[in-house]
């Protein structure tokens, strides 16, 4: 089992920033991805970004440039650097560990941006 617990979640201005972190616990091992995920009312939850052990990063179209997923592997920590936020990227922000047939995800931290 792992368990994942997000912080970093709130309110923001357009344009402005917020980091996300999680701190992963439990039976963690090496070749794992960690990521952020988001879920938006109404709508599915889709990927943001992800990192591999080895520090492979993907993003989804709608966040590159803007955010910048990192990791510590010794810590077991994963967070995201939310950069020039607009209404469309608030939702409710969920880390995910993956490895192999295995998959765990936080309970979510919301990120609202509103004037």
């Known amino acids: 089992q792992v368990q994942l617990v997000e912080s970093g979640g709130g309110l923001v201005q357009p344009g402005g920033s917020l980091r996300l972190s999680c701190a992963a616990s439990g039976s963690i091992f090496r070749g794992n991805v960690m990521g952020w995920y988001r879920q938006a009312p109404g709508k599915e939850r889709e990927l943001v970004a992800t990192?591999?052990?080895?520090?492979?990063?993907t993003y989804a179209d709608s966040v590159k440039g803007r955010f910048t997923i990192s990791r510590d592997s010794a810590k077991n920590t994963v967070s995201l650097q939310m950069n020039s936020l607009n209404p469309e990227d608030t939702a409710v922000y969920y880390c995910n560990y993956k490895r192999g047939a295995f998959g765990y995800w936080g309970q979510g931290t919301q990120v609202t941006v509103s004037s």
């Open positions: 990192i591999s052990t080895s520090g492979i990063t």
